[in-house]
């Protein structure tokens, strides 16, 4: 029996929605497994600036550092994005909880459950067997380098930088995870014109040599992003900076059928922080259609890897492979094949999972 | 008749073979045509070096200074890839030639000719009327701000920068296209993270008060790469910065079916540039197996943009187009239905375009 206290962090936008369900999820794992699971809730985003002022309150941060997971929902406001002179803004939060927690692994399965082989935009015959796990760099590069204006303002500029120690750290996690999959590694950068991208690619190479049962290839994230979508079963474990780790995953998450099915991790040094890839997704807030299996499955991953629950995290995504081949969707994985009274709102499909569990 | 001088510079890898091609449709256009041309060669890149030293020797760009257009290879070596450390590197070249031709409009049409609709690795129905048209800002960003090491070189940084001068320039040249187009302009940048970024949609705001016919969405680059893929015909013209231009043009080739079918044209203040997006793919280089259909719609694309030639432009598309509609392909666009005996190497499907021509 686990004893766990987990903070439930929603957000913005739909944030609030699926989080919802994944604590429902997490409460009925611990009442069938017989664990004694603790909840508390923080701010984040735009609803902390709202009712504070500060994207990060204190108190949020403090609860962080506090609990042995955060299950974490999504950041951004429509607001902000128009206002390009904002001064203070939601994701500035999400990026100071990133630094505070030390969280500089961001993992991201990339992984398409059978049933919705037909529901992405790539063709079936291409995605079959893809199978990748992103180790995206989470707290250096462009993201928090200096930044500002100069030229009376006319200029702007963003700093990219990575020295070697945080290359390696994340390098070494993607290299173990290579070791227990299928022992290739491609690590992804811009070596032909980035200085920064150059150091990665030394520290990598360096890395490789410890580990000689695993297969290295060095890509330029231009050249990925093609063979992403041509070519999506040539990748097993990829390993890039923050930015481009960013651009990557998303794209990647076509391979997935919906941005709606997947789950991030986010670890470090301390509490760990388990998140959806996609956004807050203001367009359909409130209006209870978003996907509530990305967070779902994030409390997947968090009993796997903050508490070694493995048992318990295989049982979450057997629920929802069985809710599929059941035939229940959700609006972004439906195709033109779905009988309509199968598509379900976010509450009711969470259901459909609880049912299962 | 129109008198002009070109400037073949293959450079290294598959574009010397490529090019050899473009050159011969040039040729053939004068002729039927009854244009005068001429033409001269320069080096760069890898070729460069290994003969000057230089990857961009002085008399190279002082060629393409004194020319009317420029039909580009490619550069690039897979040795200075592997080495991180090397100090003269192929792209320098490219780079150099880029900033001292003022080449600050990078555009890249993404067009996917009817009989190729079977060769992406996207679904049909999702490709089918996909037009896109990216202008890609070339002289700025990530790629010309300072680099270097710092900490004894334990730590390595490269500065993104741009002036709003940089950004009004290049997004009066997006707003004018879409204005000839269907209208529809996507901005990409990063604002909810990147100081640059904001600075870029501020100017495009502004622009878009001048332009208030042009329907203006603002895009971060993540949510790009993805809505890329999942519906590729929300785009008409596309407006980026220099790095995420990159990765998002090479990831949308797979709306094309292949990188091979890809042309681009750089122009700015002085010669106009015109290459396929392709690299100099050292793997197959010297077999005889590389598309030349790139670098033959880039000789299209300069005879339109750089010397007003649009009839003479368009019979080259349509040539193309006839090559296709015959059944002959390259390899790199060959499927499975594709008769083995109609795939053809480079120079023989470059006879079959130039005996329609
Ligand atoms: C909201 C934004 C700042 C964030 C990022 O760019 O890291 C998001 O896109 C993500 O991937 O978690
Ligand atoms: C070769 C490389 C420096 C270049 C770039 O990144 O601009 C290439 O990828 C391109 O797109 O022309």
Chains 1, 2 share one sequence.
Do not use: C
Not at 58 to 75: H, I, P, R, T
Not at 173 to 189: G, H, N, Q
Request: net charge negative; no cysteine.
């Amino acid at each position: 029996m686990a004893k766990k206290h987990i903070l439930i962090v929603p957000g913005d936008g739909i944030g609030q929605e699926v989080t919802a369900v994944g604590k429902k999820v997490l409460d009925k794992i611990a009442a069938r497994f017989n664990h004694e699971f603790t909840y508390d809730e923080a701010l984040i985003g735009h609803v902390a600036i709202e009712a504070t002022g500060d994207p990060l309150p204190a108190e949020s941060l403090e609860k962080m550092k506090n609990s042995d997971a955060v299950l974490f929902g999504a950041v951004g406001h429509p607001k902000y994005d128009n206002d390009p002179s904002a001064k203070v803004r939601p994701e500035q939060g999400l990026l100071k909880m990133r630094k505070e927690l030390g969280l500089y692994a961001n993992l991201r399965p990339i992984k398409l459950f059978d049933e919705l082989l037909g529901a992405s935009s790539i063709k079936p015959e291409i995605l079959k067997g893809a199978d990748i796990l992103f180790f995206r760099e989470l707290t250096g590069d462009i993201y928090f380098g200096e930044k500002g204006r100069k030229n009376n303002g006319d200029t702007a500029y963003d700093v990219a930088e990575y020295s070697r120690y945080e290359v390696q750290r994340i390098g070494r996690k993607a290299f173990d995870a290579a070791r227990t999959r299928r022992k290739k590694l491609v690590s992804v950068d811009k070596a032909n014109v980035l200085e920064s991208s150059r150091l990665w690619r030394e520290e990598i190479q360096k890395l490789a040599l410890e580990y000689p049962d695993v297969e290295v290839e060095y890509q330029f994230v231009d050249a990925t992003a093609m063979i992403l979508i041509k070519e999506p079963t040539r990748f097993d474990v990829v390993v890039t900076a923050n930015l481009f780790g960013d651009i990557l995953t998303d794209e990647a998450s076509q391979i997935a059928g919906s941005m709606g099915m997947l789950a991030s991790a986010s670890i470090g040094d301390g509490t760990g922080v388990y998140e959806p890839i996609h956004g807050s997704a203001h367009d359909i807030t409130g209006k209870g259609l978003a996907n509530p299996m990305a967070s779902v499955l994030s409390a997947a991953l968090l009993l796997d890897i903050s508490f070694g629950l493995k048992e318990e995290s295989e049982a979450i995504i057997s629920a929802i492979d069985q809710v599929l081949k059941k035939g229940f969707r959700t609006r972004d994985i439906a195709d033109k094949t779905t009988d309509p009274s199968m598509i379900l709102g976010t509450d009711a499909i969470g259901e459909e999972i609880l049912k299962l569990l």
